[in-house]
Nanobody
Framework: QVQLVESGGGLVQPGGSLRLSCAAS????????MGWYRQAPGKQREVVAT???????DYADSVKGRFTISRDNAKDTVYLQMDRLKPEDTAVYYC????????WGQGTQVTVSS
């Protein structure tokens, strides 16, 4: 069983930055891809940023140029650097790892408010 543990969420003012971390319980090389999703109150879960084992990265249009997905293979950790945050970025952020099945983390709350 794979465990994904997210951290790094919190309250930040508009224009600020946060870095989310997703630590996996096994080598991230074993996954075909990983990504970050988010779900705001009353809305469906949506993709934020993903990468594939082949090296492709994709971003939602709403976060392009502000968010960056990266990974540290030695630490089996994926990151989401979020800059120039906006109130509409407020959501619970989830980490996803794709293998023969999908694995989800428990989520971390990000609140952007003054």
């Amino acid at each position: 069983q794979v465990q994904l543990v997210e951290s790094g969420g919190g309250l930040v003012q508009p224009g600020g930055s946060l870095r989310l971390s997703c630590a996996a319980s096994r080598s991230i090389f074993s996954f075909t891809g990983m990504g970050w999703y988010r779900q705001a109150p009353g809305k469906q879960r949506e993709v934020v940023a993903t990468y594939t084992k082949g090296g492709r990265t994709d971003y939602a249009d709403s976060v392009k140029g502000r968010f960056t997905i990266s990974r540290d293979n030695a630490k089996d950790t994926v990151y989401l650097q979020m800059d120039r945050l906006k109130p509409e970025d407020t959501a619970v952020y989830y980490c996803l790892a794709k293998s023969l099945r999908d694995y989800w983390g428990q989520g971390t709350q990000v609140t952007v408010s003054s």
